[in-house]
């Protein structure tokens, strides 16, 4: 994991390295100013030598300007070495999840990569930055300090190295204690959030029920849970400032009594006494500070195991060494297809599966939910890979064309489809890039969306909002096919994509079809008969396996299932529009 | 899913507008759970700064008033010397109590007023009315439960507790600073300005660069979840590259911002400290000066002393100012929870109420059993007479005009009359107002003109917890709560047995499906449900309204994800579920409602025919060019 991330400090090296050098020089100077210090008062303001006194007020001077150099260059460099690690991070992560296979996005949620490439990533930001700034400064001002001790007085030291390993063992023990407590807290404390969360996204559940009073008691108990808990984690580390305190005060007390007695035998002098005594804040403090960092690491360690995760997460699907650029037609062949999404899957999602689509011919795929009509289809643009048996595309197998190619030339206008923020314009151009605003247009005639973009003020210039929010179900379904139509491509595949069009337009964009574009093999899946009614054949899916395959009067005659839906809907063949918009 | 205004959620998030007034508000929250608590806390405070500085001076006569006496001694006598040890010994463990006290005491403050806050928000906002969680992005909602309390929490624990701390420390040495030498007081006051005047620029420009941060971190955020979700899109269209591309430029920026936000905050401390090095060097240089003067009546062990209070002087400054931003953020974020709990709870003015009742002597009476008969029980307000009406389910609207915002009215003059028992349709497509009819039904919205009538009694008179219980209901968007199934189901009726939840559930025809899940019933359903197939979720939603056995029914496209083979399995059970109750049905498949005693055509928020099946079809109108695909 470390390895992992620690790979994406490139370009900023220099800054890393830079840091904690000026963070200790920083540190040498805050060392050196009690020591002139305490030379500024014995020799200079006791014996009233006003020359001693500037004499040690201008080195004082010179620390500080020394220190405050260090300090902020290692300020500025902390700040971009950390910002610019960050900035690699989220780079990398997003470049990766770009590389993705459908099979590796399906195991990620939007909002955890989200959260992946937001707060994970400052949550890293911010240790990385305190690993450089604090990390060096602590140990080396506790290194410097205790140096300085044992230079003054190795007896009167070792009071501070006891003290130290005293705290350093209760410290440990009470930060692996507190870090499980913790640990707890925050499942627990995300399960409450998530309940929240619930009730959030369910209100109107909750309030068609009237069901706020449970969901109240509910959430006491639950938030009642989580105080007990925070109540016990925040016990267990209430002790450590007094604790430190004591062995604080200890010192002091001890090394007073000692230093006492060492004077009176003549063995320390009293400003070595006063230097003694002000390292033992310098000490301590740095290892608090130390304690602290290490609890904010090992916070962040969640964090990083989830970047890391995202880093490391291989696409499934890699191009061939030598692809193949060429998809020679349209023609498509399914051979002894078997397929599962989950590997250790008992039973496959599709199986023994044979097909043979010609280059140009329309299919209409049919069956109920759940029957594997979707899964059928994004074999072919190589979207998932087969577990056994073969898709070929042009007479070759999908695997062994470039995917780039491969994709181009099939295109999938997908079940959730999805328009970007941008206009009309550019979410068409998503199809192709240099496609003139003549060929957008075609298009979304082809779609028969040019009537309704017409109609809005702003006509192709019309801005289209986060996940097409201001179009409805039916336009946004039409500007989908017409950006897949942009690509031109042999194999067009309509994964449900008229849904929420209106019967008599759906009527109109096939007939399109089948006029405009007439060499390009068309597949689309419906749950409308009169959707796939007078496609050349018709698939019937069930349980994932192909059930019957024929013409819609082969079918109605020969195929249960067929008839069946085909009478349901007969029955009332019109809808308003097929699904609800959301 | 009708929804005005949604607040962009890039945007940034709003300053502070009124820090004093959120802040006493909170202190006052604080306090008046606490006070006792508060004041042992003050009191611990006190006395562990007391301990300390009782240390320090300690420290100072050390030498001077122990050790240097007995070098002149020929036999040192350490016994004043032990028994000052002993003396600070014993403040020091008092102090050290005192400050173990203090944090105990803070822990049960902060996490007891953590957990009121919360349940006072969670109440609160299950009060709150259907528009506002239309108006304010969930996002926003739960940062408040999430990233605002977490503030809070580090505000009241050591924020609070450190500038308690920081001020007695700052009068303290202050009094003593000024006892010493008022000269030198002045010149360490003059750098203290030196040094917030500094603060004040650098955090200020450090505060505008978060903001831009904040910023640039929002609008990535935004690019990132457009992205994501559209991930399967840009692998079909091979878009990678330029997204990767755009991607980066949006990086470069948040870089730029963050890295100038850190630098200027990480350069504060060092420039504080150094400042305060500056104030004790020219305190040593002028205070020597004076003392070997002799003009002010400072002497060289005074100063020894005043220097030490010029050090222990500027850290407290330094933490307070450190406290400040955090305080500033944690005020923020109390002013975002205040707003949530300021927002107006749904009103409900309505007296009428449901109950159970039996019939006794062809007069309704009141019972606690599940009779199966239900009661509206109206306490007349000026006589206090009490009056029974049997609840039938009629529902008449009567011009009534709708807008989610008053300036933009979505439903005009629907008229409607619903017989008890009757089955009444909505069909149109979307947008054209079918499921915000229902959602006045259960008034999740209050419309702005015209009158609902249920059962003869104006809805706004009937109390809304008793409306909506009269109504079962299966929203167009399932929503499922983590929990067993068995549970999920019973939420319609939480005194329902096992055997009448399975029952529920067979009648929905989930029964098979739930029984092939792993745990059968007891399947724990996770994130909303999102094990299951939406059509399978459907069929949950539908059993926990036929286990509430309501009086009337609102179906809002129950079925619209359950393939056309499954429906029909389903179908048979709705009718039987819907037998004797009024019912509204909201279907896109026009065969679901072909049965209906009345069939509502809605377009644009209007309605533009009306009548049963038969009578649609020789109309020849909308309804008739739907169902035959003809056009008349």
């Known amino acids: 994991m470390i390895k992992t991330l620690s790979k994406h400090i490139k370009g900023y090296v220099r800054d890393s390295v830079i840091t904690p050098l000026f963070m200790i020089l920083e540190v040498i100077m805050e060392t050196i100013v009690p020591f002139v210090m305490s030379s500024m008062i014995d020799d200079g303001i006791n014996k009233g030598d006003m020359n001693h006194i500037l004499l040690t007020g201008s080195i004082m001077a010179l620390c500080a300007v020394l220190g405050l150099f260090g300090g902020t260059m290692g300020g500025i460099f902390g700040a971009r070495a950390s910002a610019g690690f960050a900035k690699n991070l989220r780079q990398a992560m997003f470049e990766n999840i770009q590389s993705f296979a459908f099979a590796n996005i399906d195991k990620y949620s939007t909002a955890g990569l989200v959260t992946r490439m937001t707060t994970d990533v400052t949550n890293l930001q911010n240790a990385y930055q305190m690993l450089l700034r604090i990390c060096f400064r602590a140990p080396v001002s506790l290194i410097c300090a205790m140096t300085m001790t044992f230079i003054i007085n190795a007896k009167l030291a070792s009071v501070y190295l006891i003290a130290i390993i005293f705290l350093g063992i209760i410290l440990a023990f009470l930060i692996t204690k507190t870090y499980k407590y913790f640990n707890k807290v925050f499942e627990k404390y995300d399960e409450l959030n998530a309940s929240v969360q619930e009730n959030v996204t369910s209100i109107r559940v909750v309030k068609a029920f009237v069901r706020e009073e449970h969901e109240i008691k509910k959430f006491d108990k639950a938030a009642y849970n989580l105080y007990k808990l925070f109540v016990k984690a925040e016990n267990a580390m209430v002790s450590v400032s007094p604790i430190m305190m004591l062995t604080v005060y200890g010192s002091i007390i001890a090394v007073s009594w000692l230093g006492a007695n060492m004077i009176v035998g003549s063995e320390l002098t009293t400003g070595e006494l006063t230097s003694m005594l002000t390292y033992c804040m310098n000490i301590l403090m740095s290892l608090m500070m130390l304690a602290f960092i290490f609890v904010m690491l090992t916070m962040s360690l969640a964090s990083a195991r989830r970047v890391a995760g995202v880093l490391n997460e291989k696409s499934i699907l890699t191009n061939p060494q030598n692809p193949d650029y060429n998809v020679e037609n349209g023609s498509i062949d399914f051979e002894n297809v078997y397929f599962s999404y989950n590997k250790t899957a008992e039973k496959p999602v599709l199986s023994d599966i044979n097909l043979s689509i010609k280059s140009g011919e329309t299919i209409g795929i049919i069956g109920g939910t759940g029957s594997s009509k979707t899964s059928l289809v994004n074999l072919i643009g190589r979207l998932y890979d087969v577990n056994e048996g073969c898709v070929k595309v042009g007479g070759k197998d999908v695997r062994s064309y470039d995917l780039e190619t491969l994709r181009n030339e099939v295109a999938v206008v997908l079940q959730n489809n999805v328009l970007f923020s941008g206009t009309i314009l550019d979410n068409m151009r998503w199809g192709n890039e240099n496609a003139t605003d003549e060929e957008c247009i075609n298009a979304c005639k082809l779609a028969f969306a040019d009537d309704f973009i017409q109609s809005f003020p702003e006509k192709y210039n019309t801005k289209i909002e986060q996940g097409g929010t201001n179009v409805s179900g039916g336009q946004k379904q039409r500007l989908c096919i017409a950006r897949a139509l942009l690509k031109k491509p042999k194999i067009l595949i309509l994964d449900d994509s008229t849904s929420a069009v209106d019967t008599s337009t759906d009527a109109k964009i096939r007939k399109a079809f089948r006029d405009e574009i007439p060499n390009t093999t068309k597949i689309i899946i419906s749950q409308r008969i009169s959707s796939v009614e007078n496609a050349d054949r018709i698939v019937v899916m069930d349980d994932g396996i192909i059930n019957a395959v024929g013409t819609h009067d082969e079918l109605v005659k020969s195929c249960d299932i067929y008839n069946e839906i085909y009478s349901a809907q007969t029955s009332g063949s019109g809808d308003f529009d097929q699904k609800g918009e959301l | ?632």
């Open chain 2, 1 to 632: 899913m009708p929804g005005p205004n949604r607040r962009n959620r890039n945007q940034p998030r709003p300053k502070v507008n009124n820090p004093f007034k959120t802040l006493k508000r909170l202190l006052g929250i604080i306090f008046k759970r606490y006070k006792i608590h508060m004041l042992f806390v003050l009191i611990c405070i006190v006395v562990s700064v007391l301990a300390n500085v009782q240390g320090t001076l300690f420290i100072q006569s050390l030498i001077d008033d122990y050790i240097t006496p007995m070098l002149s001694q020929p036999t040192p006598d350490f016994t004043p010397l032990l028994m000052a040890i002993v003396r600070v010994a014993c403040f020091y463990l008092i102090g050290a109590g005192a400050a173990y006290a203090q944090a105990k005491i803070m822990v049960y403050v902060t996490q007891g007023t953590m957990k009121d806050l919360r349940s006072e928000i969670f109440s609160h906002m299950e009060s709150l009315p259907i528009k506002y969680f239309d108006t304010h992005p969930h996002g926003d909602i739960m940062s408040v439960y999430t990233n605002d309390i977490d503030t809070l929490r580090q505000m009241i624990s050591q924020s609070l507790v450190q500038v308690f701390n920081s001020v007695i420390t700052i009068i303290s040495t202050l009094a003593s600073m000024i006892f010493l030498s008022i000269p030198l007081t002045g010149v360490t006051l003059v750098m203290v300005v030196v040094m917030l005047f500094i603060t004040k620029n650098i955090a200020g420009k450090s505060g505008k660069y978060f903001v831009a941060q904040q910023n640039d971190l929002g609008t990535e955020n935004g690019y990132i979840e457009e992205m994501m979700n559209g991930q399967k899109v840009v692998k079909v269209f091979n878009h990678e590259k330029k997204s990767i591309e755009e991607f980066k430029e949006l990086n470069d920026k948040l870089f730029k911002s963050s890295y100038n936000a850190n630098k200027f905050a990480n350069i504060l401390m060092p420039i504080n400290a150094q400042i305060g090095n500056i104030s004790y060097v020219l305190c040593g240089i002028i205070g020597g000066a004076l003392a070997l003067s002799g003009a002010t009546g400072l002497t060289l062990g005074k100063l020894v002393s005043f220097l030490s209070f010029n050090k222990s002087f500027s850290q407290p400054i330094n933490q307070v100012s450190q406290q400040f931003n955090s305080i500033i953020m944690a005020l923020a974020g109390a002013e975002r929870i205040f707003n949530l709990l300021d927002e107006k709870s749904e009103d409900d003015n309505g007296y009428v109420t449901l109950v159970n009742a039996k019939k006794e002597n062809g007069k309704l009476v009141e019972t606690n059993e599940h009779t199966g008969l239900w009661a509206w029980k109206h306490i007349h307000q000026a006589t206090g007479e009490v009056e029974y009406k049997e609840l039938q389910g009629a529902l008449v609207m009567d011009d009534v005009d709708f807008g989610y915002t008053d300036d933009k009215i979505v439903l005009h003059n629907i008229d409607l009359y619903a017989k008890p028992g009757q089955k009444i349709a909505f069909v149109g497509s979307t947008g054209a107002g079918k499921t915000t009819i229902t959602n006045l039904i259960n008034r999740f919205y209050d419309i702005q003109d015209g009158k609902i009538r249920y059962d003869g009694i104006n809805v706004n008179k009937i109390k809304k917890s008793d409306l909506r219980r009269s109504l079962g209901i299966v929203l167009q968007d399932t929503h499922l709560f983590t929990d067993t199934i068995m549970e999920n189901i019973r939420y319609g009726r939480l005194d329902a047995t096992d055997e009448e939840v399975i029952a529920a559930a067979k009648l929905a025809n989930a029964d098979s499906f739930i029984r092939r899940l792993p745990d059968g019933y007891n399947t724990v359903i996770k994130s909303d449900g999102g094990n299951l197939s939406q059509g399978q979720r459907q069929m949950l939603a539908i059993a926990r309204a036929a286990v509430a056995d309501p009086p009337a029914l609102i179906l809002d496209e129950a079925t619209s994800s359950i393939d056309t083979r499954t429906e029909k399995m389903v179908q048979d059970s709705m009718d039987k579920l819907m037998q004797g109750r009024t019912t509204f049905v909201i279907a896109h498949r026009l065969s679901t409602v072909k049965n209906s005693d009345c069939i509502i055509v809605l377009e644009h928020g209007r309605i533009i025919e009306r009548g049963t099946h038969d009578q649609l079809i020789e109309q020849k109108g909308r309804y008739y060019q739907l169902y035959t695909g003809k056009t008349a």
